[in-house]
């Protein structure tokens, strides 16, 4: 896994968020392109007036090809 957050991809979601208040990004094509396995944790960024925050998720999830 990589530890440089510069290193890493980033994928923004371009919908709404759904009742629950969740967002969600779909993967499609050949993931085997990705290499053997990757890893996947979700953080918002806002702007609250004036300052912009990120919070990062507590899960990050493992996904093998």
């Known amino acids: 896994m990589r530890d440089n957050a510069d290193s890493c991809k980033k994928y923004a979601a371009k919908n709404n968020a759904n009742s629950k208040g969740q967002f969600g990004i779909q993967f ?4 085997s ?3 053997d ?5 979700a ?4 702007t609250d007036r ?3 925050h990120t919070i990062y998720s507590d899960k990050i999830i493992a996904v093998n090809n």
């Open 33 to 35: 392109l990705l290499g």
């Open 37 to 41: 396995s990757y890893y996947i944790r």
């Open 28 to 31: 499609k094509g050949n993931l």
């Open 50 to 52: 004036t300052e912009l």
């Open 43 to 46: 953080y918002v960024t806002y």
